[in-house]
């Protein structure tokens, strides 16, 4: 059997059942968050892996009703409802994701900040093409920053600095759910998986025993990159306006594209964003301070820049 035979998506995360006995490989889905997840199981036993994906879609479906702020009684919409100085208690999980979110914020200099949904909301509201003012650009980039939430871990507690802060988690809750997805899987004995959100998140566990790892094709080309517990993130311009720089309030446009591979999905998907925006330089040192990290970003020019990219199997 050929060990490095491309998955058939956009950044490969639908695995091709004919490649393994299809009486061991079991495919199950779930529409949340505003996509559709999927997890492949290699397991001999159909009816324990259907039970365990159950329990993983049901664990995704209560986060979707912390995270989402378009979910009226979220716990981040209430964040966002708070005015200056009040406070709320928030689950363990919202506020482990709310630190995460803050070591991002200050480990990319304030590029990856998941309370600048305000800017978020201008561009696609102007995504016909309509000039966008400098001056509210500049007004919603003072107002947002994730220095602006004091978290107290004692008691998970919130308070908001600024009122004007929106909270978007969209660039790393569909990660978390999947590191969640996998202590979920563990806890069922099973180890052999992968689990994507929407193809942009992406979690492997260990590989069928036939392959080194689950092959994913990331550049539209031959190169072939098999995972095994590995997470990947994708980021790209195919949806418009949504990934903008919180410094300019400009949208991303030197690149089309950006991987990031890491040993947590949630960290691959906030930094698959965080790389569309970055310097090179910045990047760079980034991945050399993490060594779990590697990259793969393509720029509009056809030029490809990879990060910790040493062979072909990313363990």
Aim: aromatic share 10%; glycine share 6%; proline share 3%.
């Amino acid at each position: 059997m050929n060990k490095n035979i491309p998955i058939e998506s956009e950044i490969a995360t639908i695995f091709n059942e004919k490649l393994l006995p299809v009486d061991k490989l079991h495919r199950f889905s779930h529409f949340a968050m505003a996509t559709v997840y999927e997890i492949l199981i290699y397991h001999k036993d159909s009816l324990y892996a259907k039970r365990a994906s159950i329990e993983v879609f049901n664990e995704i479906d209560r986060l979707e009703g912390l995270f989402s702020r378009f979910i009226e009684n979220s716990e981040i919409s209430k964040i966002n409802s708070l005015q200056t100085f009040e406070s709320t208690v928030v689950n363990p999980d919202t506020f482990q994701c709310l630190q995460d979110c803050l070591m991002l914020y200050q480990d990319s200099k304030g590029v990856f900040d998941v309370s600048a949904g305000f800017l978020i909301n201008l561009w696609k509201e102007n995504n016909n093409g309509k000039r966008i003012y400098s001056e509210k650009i500049h007004t919603l980039h003072e107002n947002s920053g994730m220095p602006w939430l004091h978290l107290e871990e004692k008691g998970y507690l919130v308070t908001v600095l600024n009122s004007k802060i929106s909270l978007d988690l969209g660039g790393y809750g569909k990660g978390f759910a999947l590191d969640k997805a996998a202590k979920i899987l563990k806890e069922w004995d099973i180890e052999c998986y992968m689990i994507h959100g929407g193809a942009s998140s992406v979690l492997a566990g260990a590989a069928p025993v036939e392959l080194e790892g689950w092959p994913v094709n990331v550049l539209h080309s031959k190169d072939v990159i098999s995972i095994k517990n590995k997470a990947i993130g994708a980021s790209g311009l195919q949806k418009g306006n949504h990934i903008i720089h919180p410094y300019t309030g400009r949208p991303a446009s030197k690149r089309s594209a950006s991987w990031v591979f890491a040993d947590s999905a949630a960290k691959a998907d906030a930094l698959s964003t965080a790389f569309m925006l970055m310097p090179k330089k910045e990047i760079e040192g980034y991945c050399k301070k993490y060594l779990d990290v590697s990259a793969v970003i393509n720029l509009k020019n056809g030029r490809i820049w990879k990060f910790n990219i040493k062979n072909s199997v990313i363990l």
